[in-house]
């Protein structure tokens, strides 16, 4: 991963991971993002199904034109997850309202848990898209592992 400098040559889905990276240093807080993440994510399309299948659906196509726009590598990849996602989002029956809830909750309190072993605050504090970068996120550190670049 590049330094978190901000400059001219630095790809912008870089820069989002450099600058999410600066609040998730602690090894305890990444991990807790680890889980979290996908946690909340799932639920969230959960719970959009629930108010109206197009829903999630629009909100997943809004996602997938912004990975795009960031990455090939990521695109690709959160357009499995996001099938996958769909796929247990169905699966869940009539219990997905109340499952997705409390996942939801749930996970979140972990997240500010997370952030107060860390000592910072949450970067979509500052910009909402970070909720989106927070997957990229996780993947990335993923991808480092496995030598994949993005």
Known sequence: MTTATHDS???RVDQLLDHYGQS???PRNELIHFFA???IMLSLVGMMYELHPWVAYGFMGASMVYYARLSGVFFITM???SALMLALVHAMGEQRLSWC???????WIFQFIGHKIEGKKPSFFEDIQYLW?????????LFLKLGIRW
């Not at 809830?101 to 996970?107: D, E, I, K, L, Q």
């Not at 970068?133 to 550190?141: A, D, N, Q, R, T």
Request: glycine share 10%.
């Open 9 to 11: 040559t630095q790809r």
């Open 24 to 26: 998730h240093q602690n």
């Open 37 to 39: 993440i996908p946690v």
């Open 79 to 81: 357009l499995g997850g």
């Open 101 to 107: 809830v409390s996942a939801f909750v749930v996970a």
């Open 133 to 141: 970068v927070g997957p990229l996120f996780v993947l990335s550190k």
